[in-house]
């Protein structure tokens, strides 16, 4: 399957929402979450609340100027991430991975509940 197109990000949400480890990960989570391609009109939405993902879609031009946080990588960064060949922390640190709105702060205060994001999305990659 095709990564930041309208079906994948409903396959992410689905994910998300049939895992037990996200809901109580991300229980004390809510914002919005885009992951965008550096370089590249890609973008997904995730509304993100308590956790379960209320909405996942193709990112509009409102939800890249209005999300929580804003992700954003190269194409082959973020397969590298959705393949569990990078860790995110590690891929921030390199700057390979920018949080491009959000703070850094109030996003590792929701850490398990990001890692277990990435999972979710690991597993409807592979």
Not at 4 to 16: K, V
Not at 31 to 49: E, H, I, P, Q
Not at 84 to 110: C, E, I, N, T, Y
Not at 117 to 122: P, S, V
Request: glycine share 8%; aromatic share 8%; with cysteine.
């Amino acid at each position: 399957m095709e990564i930041f197109t309208d079906e994948w990000a409903r396959g992410w949400r689905d994910e998300l929402n049939a895992s037990d480890a996200y809901h109580q990960a991300a229980a004390d989570w809510e914002g919005s979450v885009v992951a965008s391609v550096y370089g590249n009109d890609k973008a997904v939405f995730l509304d993100l609340t308590h956790g379960h993902c209320t909405a996942a879609r193709v990112a509009s031009a409102d939800d890249l100027e209005n999300a929580t946080y804003l992700l954003s990588a190269k194409e082959d960064v973020w397969l590298r991430l959705f393949e569990g060949k990078m860790d995110p922390v590690f891929a921030l640190m390199l700057g390979q991975l920018r949080l491009m709105r959000g703070q850094l702060s109030d996003l590792s205060a929701h850490a398990k509940g990001a890692k277990e994001l990435l999972l979710t999305a690991q597993r409807i990659h592979g």
